[in-house]
């Protein structure tokens, strides 16, 4: 048997036809509908329920008018379970008065300087 000499190791790279560059559409997928979505309405202020911690400019469901709410803010149940915690471990010190202070600790109701209706609530 007559021993041929092995093909060169770049063999395959000079007899396979080069791939040719795929012609990609410069388009992104995800940007396609950014121009057809556009929302012709304009809102001046939005219609949710405010749950933010300080006051929300919106417009009230009830009179219809944009309005700054006002809010009202009382301890929550979860200021007053870790007062209660804070006064049986650390004893009473004033420490348990700590989450009285503190913004978290609160329920902030949302209600209309102008109607005065009800409007929404964030509970801690
Ligand atoms: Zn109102």
Redesign the pocket.
């Known amino acids: 048997m007559e021993k041929q000499a092995p093909p060169p190791y770049n063999y395959e790279a000079q007899h396979m036809p080069m791939p040719m560059p795929m012609a990609v559409p410069a388009m992104n997928p995800y940007n396609q509908h950014a121009s057809t979505s556009v929302d012709p309405i304009v809102r001046v202020a939005p219609m949710v329920t405010p749950l933010d911690k300080e006051s929300t400019r919106m417009i009230?469901p009830?009179?219809r008018?944009t309005?700054e709410t006002t809010v009202e803010k009382n301890p929550s149940t979860m200021a007053w379970i870790s007062s209660l915690i804070l006064c049986l471990t650390v004893g009473y010190c004033g420490c348990c008065l700590i989450p009285f202070c503190m913004d978290d600790c609160h329920d902030v109701k949302h209600t209309?300087p102008?109607?005065g209706?009800f409007l929404g609530e964030r509970r801690a």
Do not use: F, R
């Open positions: 009230c009830h009179c008018v309005i209309c102008s109607c209706a």
